[in-house]
């Protein structure tokens, strides 16, 4: 019953990644993505790891893909790419490289992860771990997150604001 | 009971899905999208590890790229704008701007 949760969630999963890659529009892109954020939240479901299913759907499917289509439909879209490629044989090395990288990870999968680790102690209870984890080992990373995001706004705001000439 | 390697797997084609989009479209927000698509696999790769090891590090890490990603994708995006209206253009094949 699991494995068949996971492998068709992983289908979904693929599937849209390529999508995302393969599909010209840059909105339909957008939703394969979303599409894409959502089975990986519930893969994290599967794994017990709730609160990173609720905060993939509210950060990333949410805030994040919202702001990229807002994005795609202030730049105009579904003309960028139209035309001939001009540098379309160097793009084509793309996959001879891809595939390399999956082989690479393959190989390192194969030979060190397929290694069982010491048996899996029974994963402390979820969220409650994680908050007391946050709130004391993590502390210090924690607070500079909301130094970094406030940076992040600041630096946004000077770079959408239009020169006042 | 799924076996962790299934989902590191998982992590794995994801994440060269996600090089292959950087490298092939020329559209700066579609490889925006990919690099997301990256940082996912690389997070489900984190949950799984936590899951196998039985510890909540890995979900918590994974909390901080949650975090450091929504605040690249919003100077990213503001970037993109920028330029846009600067050249009124959107290809990477244009961007040389910063290059010397």
Known sequence: MNAVVFLLLALVAVASALGLVLKRNAIHGALFLVVNLGTVAALYLTLRAEFLAAAQVIIYAGAIMVLFVFAIMVLIPGKEESGPDPRRPYRLLAIPVGAALLVELALILGWRGGRAAAPVAPAPGGVEAIGRLLFTDYLFPFELTSVLLLAAMVGVLVLARRRAT | ?100
Do not use: C, K, T
Request: hydrophobic fraction near 65%; aromatic fraction near 10%.
């Open chain 2, 1 to 100: 009971m799924v076996p962790d390697i299934w989902y590191l797997a998982l992590g794995a084609v994801l994440f060269s899905i996600g090089v292959l989009g950087v490298i092939v479209r020329r559209n700066p927000l579609v490889i925006f999208m990919s690099i997301e698509l990256m940082l996912n696999a690389v997070n489900l790769s984190f949950v799984a590890f936590g899951h196998r090891l039985g510890s909540p590090d890995g979900q918590a890490l994974v909390f901080f790229v949650m975090a450091v990603a929504a605040a690249e994708v919003a100077v990213g995006l503001a970037i993109i704008v920028a330029i846009f209206r600067l050249r009124h253009r959107l290809s990477v094949d244009d961007l040389s701007v910063m290059r010397w």
